[in-house]
């Protein structure tokens, strides 16, 4: 006798898996993704931006930007395919490579120091009648970048445009002098000590006793007595990370620049270092090579 099977109750785990549903998953938009990318890598280069100079392990790195290892390892040596990022043979520590200072080089105010301090000398000259200076540190000296001549005629250490000054000797170089680092400022000073006897009342207890004026002080000035009738207040232009890179100088007749007089123009010149400091260009030539930078300027725009 024919028996009819009864119908199955339970059905194939295959049968199961076909019919259950699934949640589809939706991949980001490329240009989400790409973001994302863009913003680990960019991590990356600020974490070996702040690590030490000689390097940084992908651990430590890792740790600093809150990525697995395992990526960082991946976007480093994509950057060192771009020649962004070294690593060093011996120690195996990661670092930015020279080709990425050199592309810095290239960032920043592209006009120049100089472009970037012409209004401000204008507004101070406007502001006090009064010559205006500016000057950059050039090695063991300090360089007149720019100035903006007032109606009263004046002497200075540096003269015109161009001229330069063993760093210490005049308001402006005193007040780049005293701000920079103490080991920078001490070799400084060991070598331009006999550079400054030349100039008569200056010698080294001279000129520390004026340095820690200066520091206590915030600024130089106002009458060294060096040159006779003449006085002068300057101001330091520290840069976003604190150091002294160039100041603005006032140079006067003594008989203008009075201790009631004194704090206006201070605060007149501290207001104008403020404005400039956070935009200056680190890599700018003017700061590295001012010479340089001053003869290119010259030859491309009008003095006025």
Same mark, same amino acid.
């Given at each position: 006798?024919?028996?009819? =099977? /009864?119908?199955?109750?339970?059905?194939?785990?295959?049968?199961?898996?076909?019919?259950?549903?699934?949640?589809?998953?939706?991949?980001?938009?490329?240009?989400?993704?790409?973001?994302?990318?863009?913003?680990?890598?960019?991590?990356?280069?600020?974490?070996?931006?702040?690590?030490?100079?000689?390097?940084?392990?992908?651990?430590?790195?890792?740790?600093?930007?809150?990525?697995?290892?395992?990526?960082?390892?991946?976007?480093?040596?994509?950057?060192?395919?771009?020649?962004?990022?070294? %690593?060093?043979?011996?120690?195996?520590?990661?670092?930015?490579?020279?080709?990425? !200072?050199? +592309?810095?080089?290239?960032?920043?105010?592209?006009?120049?120091?100089?472009?970037? &301090?012409?209004?401000?000398?204008?507004?101070?000259?406007?502001?006090?009648?009064?010559?205006? !200076?500016?000057?950059?540190?050039?090695?063991?000296?300090?360089?007149?970048?720019? +100035? &903006?001549?007032?109606?009263?005629?004046?002497?200075?250490?540096?003269? =015109?445009?161009?001229?330069?000054?063993?760093?210490?000797?005049?308001?402006?170089?005193?007040?780049?002098?005293?701000?920079?680092?103490?080991?920078?400022?001490?070799?400084?000073?060991?070598?331009?000590?006999?550079?400054?006897?030349?100039?008569?009342?200056?010698?080294?207890? *001279?000129? #520390?006793?004026?340095?820690?004026?200066? #520091?206590?002080?915030? *600024?130089?000035?106002?009458?060294?007595?060096?040159?006779?009738?003449?006085?002068?207040?300057?101001?330091?232009?520290?840069? #976003?990370?604190?150091?002294?890179?160039?100041?603005?100088?006032?140079?006067?007749?003594?008989?203008?620049? /009075?201790?009631? #007089?004194?704090?206006?123009?201070?605060?007149?010149?501290?207001? %104008?270092?403020?404005?400039?400091?956070?935009?200056?260009?680190?890599? =700018?030539?003017? +700061?590295?090579?001012?010479?340089?930078?001053?003869?290119?300027?010259?030859?491309?725009?009008?003095?006025?």
């Amino acid at each position: 006798m024919n028996t009819i =099977d /009864s119908p199955r109750t339970s059905a194939s785990p295959t049968s199961t898996t076909s019919t259950t549903p699934t949640t589809p998953t939706t991949a980001p938009p490329p240009e989400t993704a790409g973001a994302g990318i863009l913003q680990r890598t960019f991590a990356v280069i600020r974490a070996l931006g702040d690590a030490k100079p000689e390097g940084e392990r992908v651990t430590h790195i890792a740790k600093a930007v809150g990525l697995s290892q395992a990526t960082v390892h991946r976007i480093l040596h994509a950057l060192i395919a771009e020649q962004v990022v070294e %690593q060093d043979e011996t120690s195996k520590l990661y670092r930015l490579s020279i080709d990425f !200072f050199a +592309m810095a080089a290239q960032a920043g105010n592209p006009s120049g120091m100089r472009t970037l &301090c012409r209004p401000s000398l204008l507004r101070l000259c406007a502001s006090l009648g009064d010559t205006i !200076f500016l000057l950059v540190r050039s090695s063991f000296d300090a360089v007149c970048l720019d +100035m &903006c001549e007032g109606p009263f005629p004046i002497r200075s250490f540096t003269g =015109d445009i161009g001229g330069r000054v063993a760093l210490g000797v005049g308001q402006g170089s005193l007040a780049i002098l005293a701000f920079l680092p103490e080991a920078e400022r001490e070799e400084i000073i060991r070598f331009n000590v006999p550079r400054l006897r030349g100039y008569g009342v200056l010698d080294e207890v *001279y000129l #520390r006793t004026e340095i820690e004026r200066v #520091r206590q002080l915030g *600024y130089a000035g106002s009458n060294s007595g060096v040159l006779d009738g003449m006085a002068g207040v300057a101001v330091p232009v520290f840069d #976003r990370t604190g150091h002294a890179v160039a100041a603005l100088s006032v140079g006067t007749l003594a008989a203008r620049l /009075s201790q009631d #007089r004194l704090p206006m123009v201070v605060e007149l010149l501290r207001r %104008q270092a403020e404005l400039i400091g956070p935009q200056t260009n680190p890599f =700018d030539v003017a +700061m590295r090579r001012p010479m340089h930078g001053l003869t290119r300027a010259l030859t491309t725009e009008p003095l006025a």
